[in-house]
């Protein structure tokens, strides 16, 4: 009964590389939301997505940041020509329901630009 | 903006010791939740407050919902070095209505630090 998979644990990216993130939802969980985290700050919301759809991405950076949870297949976070700003720890959770449900999350990706 | 304002920022206790940490906001929210992070890790839900005035206890930890349903307190009681950790408050806005609404606003954090 695996929980919230993020993948991978740890990415070093250059100055105007991509980055792309992998989250697979708990079993059952049809609700996936992804947050960002600096040191020694709370967890910042990003966006929330069901299958095929973006349901609220007001926390998303208008350019360079897009995401997706197709039909089949993990929820994506992309990232493109990451700059050293962009450096944080980014989690995902999935609920069942919505945000009163209650998130799982996953152990995060921690994103290095260099 | 819905904000949560979590105090305090910081505290280090000795093993025993008894402590709060509030979780205030101007906003109403549907519900609170409280989670519990450690270094390197996601955060773990520890409880989901929903009515107001609603008290929970986990074992040492005691939550509370206030009764107009814009702040909340954990209390630990006899705190041990395994409570170590970033707490985090977080309330399911009441945009959309009542129950199931999209994301969580997260409070800024407790770092606990419990000495042996």
Redesign the interface.
């Known amino acids: 009964n695996a929980g919230v998979m993020q993948n991978p644990r740890h990415l070093v990216r250059r100055r105007g590389q991509e980055a792309r993130l992998r989250c697979s939802p708990m079993k059952g969980h049809s609700h996936v939301y992804w947050y960002r985290q600096l040191p020694e700050e709370g967890l910042k919301f990003m966006v929330y997505l069901q299958k095929e759809n973006i349901i609220d991405e007001s926390g998303m950076p208008k350019e360079r940041f897009s995401a997706e949870f197709p039909k089949e297949g993990p929820s994506i976070l992309r990232i493109q020509q990451v700059v050293r700003g962009d450096s944080a720890a980014y989690f995902c959770a999935s609920s069942p329901g919505g945000a009163g449900y209650g998130y799982t999350f996953g152990s995060g990706t921690r994103l290095t630009v260099v | 903006t819905q904000l949560l304002e ?1 105090s305090p920022q910081f505290l280090s206790i000795q093993e025993g010791e008894n402590l709060t940490v509030y979780c205030n906001s101007s906003s109403v929210f ?2 609170l ?1 409280w ?1 519990r992070q450690e270094p ?6 520890l409880v ?1 407050v ?1 009515t107001g005035g609603e008290v929970k206890k986990l074992k040492r930890l005691t939550f509370q919902f206030g009764d107009a349903r814009k702040d909340s307190s954990l209390h630990i009681t006899a705190a041990q070095p395994g409570d170590t950790g970033l707490y ?1 408050c ?1 309330g ?2 009441m945009a959309h209505g009542s ?11 407790t ?1 606990l630090q419990v000495k042996p």
């Open positions: 979590q549907s519900s939740q989670y390197g890790e996601g955060p773990v839900l989901t929903v985090l977080a399911a806005s129950g199931n609404t999209g994301k969580l606003i997260f409070g800024q954090g770092t």
